[in-house]
Structures are given as C-alpha cells and as structure tokens.
C-alpha cells in the first residue's frame, strides 16, 4: 500500500502507450481509447493511475473486463484485476470535455477571414493536467513510449510529438492520423493538437549523425508571411544545440505551433512546442527589437528543453527550477551566438535586477525548496526560478570557463539521457569535469539559502579587505554567508577568489591600482566600495569599466536608495554623472532608477526633476538623432527609442511629444523602434480622439506585436476617463483571457489612476478569477507594489489577507512587502527630495 495521494505506487510501471483521440470541435468533447503496456515487478490485484474530468466507459486487463472506481479527490482511476509478474496491457475507453481554461485538452479559438468562430483543439500538460486528456500516469519519471492517433474531420490539421507517418480515411469521412511512436518521455510533455491549422514547408536542419530535422512553424491561415524570423531562429538553435551538447537533436521532427489562446508563454513538449502566436510570429521590418529578441529567446529556450527537460527529466517537481534555470541560461547562450550584436549577456542585467529585486526582500525564498503535492511546485514559476536560476548558472559557467561547464553538461545528459533526476546529479558531472572546483558545495549554499550577498570592499594596510553580508531592502542580522565565486580585475590583471567566510583579505602588490569587484558583472552579488576604492572606477575610469560593470554600479546605486542607505537626491546627481554614456544596458539602468525617482515626488517637485530628466538625455538624443543611420546597428535604434521615451514620457518634452505625434500620424517607413516609441509617448499625453485611434488599432492590427503595442498603450493614457474604457476593455471580453490579466496590470502601473485601475481589479475580483488563467492572476496585480498612497496600501494589504491567491501565496507575500518597501521609501525620502529639487 502507498497512502501518499501525491504519488503513484510503484507496483507496476507503464512502459508504453497506444492513444487514440477523436475531437468533437463543435461538441467541444472527445472520445477515446489507451492500451497501456505495463510491466509488474509482484503480483498485485489493484493497478492505479491517474485520470480527472474523464468519463470511464470500461477497462479491461489483458481483455478481462475490470472493475474500477475513480477517485476525485486524488484524481485517480483504481482498477480492480489480478496482474501477474512481468508484462500486462490496461485497456480503457473514455470520454472528456474540451475546456476553456487552457488546461489539460482545451478550446482555442480565432475568427477567420470571414468573421466566423473556428475551434482548435489544443493541449497544456504540464503539471499534472495530461490525466485531464486520458488516463495515466502522470508523474515525471513514469517515462513511456507513446504511440499517438488522432481522429479527425478530413479537412482539419493534426499534429503531436511524433511525425505523421499515416493517414486513411474512415467509412465515416473522418480520417484516422497516426504518428511515430515517441522516445521514452513523461506525460506533461505530450502534445495533441487538432484544428483548421496551416503548416509551413519544413526546413530540413541537417542532424548530427545523419539525416535531417524537418522543422515547422504551425499557425492559423493567412498568418504564413510572419513565420520567416521565427523558423531562422529555430534552425539555428537547433544546429548550435547539436554542437554545445554534443548530441543529435533526440526526436524526429520539429514542429512550432503558434496558438490564439494559451496561458503560459511557450511549452516544451517533444517535437511540438506550442506558443503564444507574438512569440513566434512576426514581420521583422516592423517589429522592435525587443519584440524580436523576446521570439528569439522563447524558441531558443524551449528549444533548450529538447535535451535539458525532456531527454533528461527531473524526477519530481522540486526539480522544476533548475529544469527551467538552466533553459533560461540556455536561451541567452544560444541567443547570443545566434546575434551577437544584441549583447545578450549585457542585456540580461535587466532580468538579473528583476530578480534582484525580489532577492532583497524578507520573504524571499530559496531557489529549491521540497515539493510534497505537485500544486506545491505552482509557485516554482517565478523571477526566483527563471531568473535568479539563470543567473545562477551563468555565474557559475564564468567561473569555471565556457568550455568547462558545457563539458560538464555534457557529461550530464549523456550519463542521464533518457532518464530522471535529482538537481545534485548535475553538480556532480560538472564537478566530475572540473575535479579541482567545489561545484556541489558552491551551489548548494546559493541553491538552498534565499538571498544573496552585499561584497562590501575596503582597503586596509595595502590589502583588500572584502566583506560579504547578505543584502536586504530592510535591516536583517542575518548571518547567511554563501561560497562566493568572485572575479577580481586589479588593474589590468584579472584573479578568481572563493568567499566562503564573512571576510577574506586580499594581499595587493600596489595598493594604488583601481579594483574592480565582481569583475564582467557575472556574480549574483552587489558590491559596496568604499568611498577611496570608489573614486578609482568613477569619473575618467569609468570608461574603463564594461558595460555589464557600469550597469552594475547604477543598479547597486538604486537599489542602495532603496534600502536606506543612500538618499534619492545624491542617486540623481550620480546618475547625471552618466550623461556621456551610450550603451543600452546601462541606459535601461538608469531609466529604471529615474522611473523609481519620479515615483516619489508629485507637484512643483515632479516638473522639477522632468526638467532635470531633460537636461540629462537631450545630449545623448541630440547626438543620435531622430533619423537613424541606414547604417546603425539594431542596438543603437534601440537605445534611440529609449531615449525618445524618457524624454517624452518621463521628462514631459514637448517637443519630444510633438515629433511623436507627427510619427503617429504617418508611420508607414518610420523605423520600427521611433514608431514603438511614439506609441507610449503620445497615449501618455493623448486625448479620446487618439485614443479612438488606439482602439482601432488594436483591432485591426496585422501582426501579434502591433496589437499588443496599441492594446497596452491603451493603459497609459492621461485622465480617468479613458483608463477606465480600458478596465471596461479588459473585462468585456473582446480581450483574450491570455493577455487581458497584464492589461489590467499595466492600468494599475499608471502613474496617475493606478489606484483607481486597482479599485476596479478588486470590484471584479470573482470574475477575474473564473476567467482568467490561474497562474496570471497574481501577474495582474504585480504593480501595486508602486502605489504607496497610505490609504491605498492599507487598502491593498487588508483586501488580501482576505482574498490570498492560493497558487501563488509566496509571490504574493513578496508584493504586498515589496509595497510596504516602496511606501517607506517614499515616506523617507519624498520630502528631502523635493526640497532638494526646490534648492536648485
Ligand atoms: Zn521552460
């Protein structure tokens, strides 16, 4: 007996699925049918698996009819039946609806040219919603072969993990489609797929070993010309993950679906991943960079899966941080050898910061932590995961060398293909590739403690004195200590040192040179100079510095404001410091710090620090200009929108908002970034008639970025009137259920109505939850964080106690504190600020 209800007993194991499923798309139900081949180790009268909203019409083992009960609350299917040793087939007939809540086998659905209704039906496994479509065992390491056939009208598309390698009409007119069976693979990563869908012309990425991986983008009609850049990306993942794993792609094919409905962003079944459709379709002469760069790092990322997740699978659902982790670290490798004009390794410092930023609060969490129930994995999703992980890994790849930790991955999923595992067994092929480095002992003290270190660095009798003490926004005696990797530019010679105590001295041969801590950047860490130490990197130094280095000091700048320990006014003159800068990241920095700055301050003051704003991005503006070279790289463009936006949005300028307003009128040629930037500039100021404007343009936008770029703008507008037709929006229901929980997200981030945005959020509070995704619905309420109005944290932080967000508790404790954080903030430092800004 096992009386977990979490796990399955072990008493017989399924070693290979025959599924056949046949789609009512107008019913929105389905039938079908599942031989389960099962191999016993004792003999046993009762066979247990998993199966949920499923009607159970018979069972039979080894074609002896069964008993059987069905079990809701542990959502399992018992089957009565003597099995003997050794090999069994289960055999069951059922039937299930197509639900609308994106889980499990779904309803997507899309308007065609015609203006009719046309159903896909699609699937979302993971975590535990593969029992929702048939009956099994859906638990990672029950790892099976699955032969999958789908039913289905003659004139729809089908499409699942494995290659289509039959297809024969039925007497019926339907036809019977069959697939190659799959490797070895768990459940959540089954893919079925049934719909008036288009496909591309494969290309054929050659695989390594022989032969080719026909690779596809999957979408609804008319949208063929958006599918060139996501197919180039996938192509060119596909080889350079050949080559970095130093295995051959481990399916046969490689099909991308591009969805209208889906909750997540993208997922990495085998050989069929599904996306969002602005995640893998695009016209790139008018996209933004970013809109191409966030494609660009979904695909590379799921594609990262194909070997990290589901050749080599976590055993259980504690492992699903570093199963993501390492896909996240993965994405911006492979994005960076695929553009590596987009410095990919710099631009991560923004992803690193957001998860900085949760990292410093008391109710952060460890990145691993143990999982009894699957639900308990729900709030693994997080910044904490993706991005601390991410970083976690780059930092530890720095440290060891590119070269030295791919090896070590690769001797991972070469021990482990096909296989589960533990998060340790990594750790212990990469330190068998890297005999001489700690790599278990390192990671365990960053894996299994919440938050990270403040390296403090000082002089003292010519050695360097480092310090490391764990960082906060409030004041903790927290003793944490962490085994630190630490890169140490002296000079011009770079060293590697390994923190483990609360302080390390470091001999130096001439006390006088500059000394860069946490040297590249690399290190999940922030770093305190001193004021001596300090004056070495800032002024004429600093160009001395990388970019990931200067991205750092602003970003440890704002965050020291944050906690205390530097005042608002001294940041925004140290900023002013940065006025000759002109790369991206650290520009992305700054205006993050300035966002955060404009936030404290209303009023006299507020137009006091726009003008300061002004005065510090009209020269860099002024040297890009607003026409762009035809010659610029893409990263420069960018740079030019981000300034447009700070100096329109964030310093008021009118002219600014006028040359906007111009580009708005007429934005056909204007290059892709300007007219993504006019978009937010001129809702800022805009009035009901552009709004108009707006609503139209969310309406018959051509391309998935088009759209969103208006519907989120619809956010940003001015007066009270027009952000609540864009609550109003959200919830009508013209907005999909996938994107309507980050408009609303976005209306509470208004500068001017958030509070009003949040109000009408928690009026609807019932409906949002039964309508949207589950885990969007704490993303939806994110920004309150930045309303620090007394009454409206009051309000906020006793609505919640009430109405907690089950799935996602702890990210939830994480807003309301970081609220309580922003609101003392303000508390302390709006007044100085303002007297400070009235004193110039
Ligand atoms: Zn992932």
Redesign the pocket.
């Given at each position: 007996m096992n009386d977990d209800p979490y796990r399955l007993p072990r008493s017989v194991i399924p070693t290979r699925y025959t599924l056949t499923l046949e789609p009512d798309l107008a019913a929105a139900t389905f039938s079908g049918t599942v031989d389960i081949e099962i191999t016993a180790g004792q003999p046993t009268d009762r066979i247990v698996l998993n199966a949920d909203e499923l009607d159970i019409a018979s069972v039979t083992v080894n074609d002896a009819s069964a008993t059987f009960e069905l079990d809701p609350k542990t959502e399992r299917l018992i089957v009565n039946a003597p099995v003997e040793p050794g090999m069994s087939t289960v055999s069951i007939a059922f039937t299930g609806t197509l639900n609308d809540l994106l889980r499990g086998w779904y309803r997507s659905t899309f308007k065609d040219a015609d203006g009719n209704e046309r159903v896909i039906a699609t699937s979302q496994m993971q975590a535990t919603d593969c029992r929702r479509a048939f009956p099994c065992w859906d638990e990672p390491d029950f790892k099976a072969v699955f032969e999958i056939t789908l039913v289905v009208e003659a004139d729809l598309l089908a499409v699942s993990n494995g290659e289509e390698i039959g297809r024969s009409a039925r007497a019926d007119g339907k036809h019977v489609v069959r697939f190659r069976e799959t490797m070895p693979m768990s459940t959540y990563l089954v893919a079925v797929v049934v719909g008036p869908l288009e496909a591309t012309e494969p290309v054929l990425v050659p695989k390594v070993g022989g032969g080719t991986i026909p690779l596809r983008i999957i979408h609804v009609p008319g949208k063929g010309h958006l599918t060139d850049f996501g197919l180039d990306v996938g192509a060119a993942a596909l080889r350079w993950y050949q080559q970095y794993y130093g295995i051959p792609y481990p399916t046969d094919k490689c099909d991308m679906l591009a969805l209208p409905d889906f909750a997540a962003?993208?997922?990495?079944n085998l050989g069929c991943i599904t996306y969002r459709e602005n995640l893998l379709l695009c016209d790139p002469s008018t996209s933004t960079q970013i809109e191409m760069q966030t494609l660009a790092d979904v695909v590379t990322?799921?594609l990262?899966?194909m070997w990290f997740?589901d050749l080599v699978t976590m055993k259980w659902w504690n492992g699903i941080w570093l199963?993501?982790a390492f896909?996240?670290f993965m994405e911006i490798a492979c994005c960076d050898a695929y553009r590596p004009d987009w410095k990919r390794w710099a631009t991560f410092s923004l992803e690193r910061s957001v998860a900085f930023e949760t990292d410093s609060l008391a109710s952060t969490r460890s990145v691993e932590f143990p999982v009894l129930a699957p639900a308990d994995a729900d709030g693994m999703f997080d910044v904490l995961t993706?991005q601390k992980g991410g970083a976690l890994l780059r930092m530890l790849e720095q440290y060891l060398g590119e070269e030295q930790f791919r090896q070590g991955v690769n001797e991972y999923l070469r021990t482990h293909a096909y296989g589960n595992t533990e998060t340790g067994d990594l750790w212990d092929a990469i330190e068998r590739a890297n005999p001489s480095a700690p790599v278990r002992r390192l990671m365990d003290s960053w894996i299994w403690q919440p938050g990270y270190p403040l390296i403090s660095a000082k002089l003292d009798e010519g050695q360097l004195v480092l310090q490391q003490q764990r960082f906060g926004y409030t004041d903790t005696e927290d003793a944490t200590l962490f085994v630190v990797p630490l890169h140490l530019k002296i000079g011009d010679t770079e060293s590697k040192v390994l923190i483990e105590s609360d302080e390390q001295r470091v001999p130096l041969a001439d006390p006088n040179l500059p000394i860069v801590v946490n040297a590249g950047g690399h290190g999940f860490m922030r770093v305190a100079y001193d004021d001596e130490l300090r004056s070495r990197l800032v002024g004429e130094a600093i160009s001395s510095l990388t970019t990931v280095d200067r991205y750092n000091l602003v970003d440890d700048a704002w965050n020291a404001v944050i906690a205390g320990r530097l005042g608002a006014s001294e940041l925004l003159t140290f900023l002013e410091g940065f006025g000759s800068e002109r790369e991206l990241a650290v520009w992305q920095a700054m205006t993050v710090a300035l966002r955060g700055i404009g936030r404290l301050l209303d009023g006299d003051a507020y137009v006091a620090f726009q003008e300061r704003v002004r005065a510090l991005v009209a020269p860099a503006l002024a040297e890009l200009g607003w026409a762009p070279a035809g010659d610029e790289d893409e990263l420069t463009s960018k740079l030019r929108g981000l300034l447009v936006g700070a100096s329109g949005v964030l310093g008021n300028d009118a002219d600014a908002q006028r040359r906007c307003r111009e580009i708005m009128a007429a934005p056909d040629g204007v290059h892709p970034e300007l007219v993504a930037a006019a978009t937010n500039v001129v809702a800022a100021v805009g009035d009901a008639s552009d709004y108009d404007r707006y609503v139209d343009g969310f309406r018959s936008a051509t391309t998935p970025q088009d759209q969103l770029r208006f519907m989120y703008a619809l956010a940003d507008f001015p007066t009270a009137e027009l952000v609540q037709r864009t609550l109003d929006l959200a919830m009508s229901g013209e907005v999909k259920t996938q994107n309507a929980p980050f408009l609303l997200s976005r209306c509470i981030a208004n500068r001017d109505h958030g509070a009003m945005a949040w109000s009408f959020v928690r009026k609807n509070w019932t409906k949002a939850n039964e309508t949207f995704p589950a885990n969007t619905i704490v993303r939806m309420i994110d920004p309150v964080k930045l309303l620090t109005d007394p009454s409206v944290v009051a309000d906020v932080q006793s609505f919640f106690s009430e109405h907690p967000i089950v799935q996602a508790a702890k990210t939830l404790d994480q807003v309301l504190e970081r609220q309580r954080v922003n609101a003392a903030l303000r508390a302390r430092e709006s007044e100085r600020l303002a007297g400070a800004l009235a004193a110039d």
């Amino acid at each position: 007996m096992n009386d977990d209800p979490y796990r399955l007993p072990r008493s017989v194991i399924p070693t290979r699925y025959t599924l056949t499923l046949e789609p009512d798309l107008a019913a929105a139900t389905f039938s079908g049918t599942v031989d389960i081949e099962i191999t016993a180790g004792q003999p046993t009268d009762r066979i247990v698996l998993n199966a949920d909203e499923l009607d159970i019409a018979s069972v039979t083992v080894n074609d002896a009819s069964a008993t059987f009960e069905l079990d809701p609350k542990t959502e399992r299917l018992i089957v009565n039946a003597p099995v003997e040793p050794g090999m069994s087939t289960v055999s069951i007939a059922f039937t299930g609806t197509l639900n609308d809540l994106l889980r499990g086998w779904y309803r997507s659905t899309f308007k065609d040219a015609d203006g009719n209704e046309r159903v896909i039906a699609t699937s979302q496994m993971q975590a535990t919603d593969c029992r929702r479509a048939f009956p099994c065992w859906d638990e990672p390491d029950f790892k099976a072969v699955f032969e999958i056939t789908l039913v289905v009208e003659a004139d729809l598309l089908a499409v699942s993990n494995g290659e289509e390698i039959g297809r024969s009409a039925r007497a019926d007119g339907k036809h019977v489609v069959r697939f190659r069976e799959t490797m070895p693979m768990s459940t959540y990563l089954v893919a079925v797929v049934v719909g008036p869908l288009e496909a591309t012309e494969p290309v054929l990425v050659p695989k390594v070993g022989g032969g080719t991986i026909p690779l596809r983008i999957i979408h609804v009609p008319g949208k063929g010309h958006l599918t060139d850049f996501g197919l180039d990306v996938g192509a060119a993942a596909l080889r350079w993950y050949q080559q970095y794993y130093g295995i051959p792609y481990p399916t046969d094919k490689c099909d991308m679906l591009a969805l209208p409905d889906f909750a997540a962003g993208a997922m990495e079944n085998l050989g069929c991943i599904t996306y969002r459709e602005n995640l893998l379709l695009c016209d790139p002469s008018t996209s933004t960079q970013i809109e191409m760069q966030t494609l660009a790092d979904v695909v590379t990322h799921e594609l990262a899966h194909m070997w990290f997740g589901d050749l080599v699978t976590m055993k259980w659902w504690n492992g699903i941080w570093l199963n993501e982790a390492f896909a996240t670290f993965m994405e911006i490798a492979c994005c960076d050898a695929y553009r590596p004009d987009w410095k990919r390794w710099a631009t991560f410092s923004l992803e690193r910061s957001v998860a900085f930023e949760t990292d410093s609060l008391a109710s952060t969490r460890s990145v691993e932590f143990p999982v009894l129930a699957p639900a308990d994995a729900d709030g693994m999703f997080d910044v904490l995961t993706y991005q601390k992980g991410g970083a976690l890994l780059r930092m530890l790849e720095q440290y060891l060398g590119e070269e030295q930790f791919r090896q070590g991955v690769n001797e991972y999923l070469r021990t482990h293909a096909y296989g589960n595992t533990e998060t340790g067994d990594l750790w212990d092929a990469i330190e068998r590739a890297n005999p001489s480095a700690p790599v278990r002992r390192l990671m365990d003290s960053w894996i299994w403690q919440p938050g990270y270190p403040l390296i403090s660095a000082k002089l003292d009798e010519g050695q360097l004195v480092l310090q490391q003490q764990r960082f906060g926004y409030t004041d903790t005696e927290d003793a944490t200590l962490f085994v630190v990797p630490l890169h140490l530019k002296i000079g011009d010679t770079e060293s590697k040192v390994l923190i483990e105590s609360d302080e390390q001295r470091v001999p130096l041969a001439d006390p006088n040179l500059p000394i860069v801590v946490n040297a590249g950047g690399h290190g999940f860490m922030r770093v305190a100079y001193d004021d001596e130490l300090r004056s070495r990197l800032v002024g004429e130094a600093i160009s001395s510095l990388t970019t990931v280095d200067r991205y750092n000091l602003v970003d440890d700048a704002w965050n020291a404001v944050i906690a205390g320990r530097l005042g608002a006014s001294e940041l925004l003159t140290f900023l002013e410091g940065f006025g000759s800068e002109r790369e991206l990241a650290v520009w992305q920095a700054m205006t993050v710090a300035l966002r955060g700055i404009g936030r404290l301050l209303d009023g006299d003051a507020y137009v006091a620090f726009q003008e300061r704003v002004r005065a510090l991005v009209a020269p860099a503006l002024a040297e890009l200009g607003w026409a762009p070279a035809g010659d610029e790289d893409e990263l420069t463009s960018k740079l030019r929108g981000l300034l447009v936006g700070a100096s329109g949005v964030l310093g008021n300028d009118a002219d600014a908002q006028r040359r906007c307003r111009e580009i708005m009128a007429a934005p056909d040629g204007v290059h892709p970034e300007l007219v993504a930037a006019a978009t937010n500039v001129v809702a800022a100021v805009g009035d009901a008639s552009d709004y108009d404007r707006y609503v139209d343009g969310f309406r018959s936008a051509t391309t998935p970025q088009d759209q969103l770029r208006f519907m989120y703008a619809l956010a940003d507008f001015p007066t009270a009137e027009l952000v609540q037709r864009t609550l109003d929006l959200a919830m009508s229901g013209e907005v999909k259920t996938q994107n309507a929980p980050f408009l609303l997200s976005r209306c509470i981030a208004n500068r001017d109505h958030g509070a009003m945005a949040w109000s009408f959020v928690r009026k609807n509070w019932t409906k949002a939850n039964e309508t949207f995704p589950a885990n969007t619905i704490v993303r939806m309420i994110d920004p309150v964080k930045l309303l620090t109005d007394p009454s409206v944290v009051a309000d906020v932080q006793s609505f919640f106690s009430e109405h907690p967000i089950v799935q996602a508790a702890k990210t939830l404790d994480q807003v309301l504190e970081r609220q309580r954080v922003n609101a003392a903030l303000r508390a302390r430092e709006s007044e100085r600020l303002a007297g400070a800004l009235a004193a110039d």
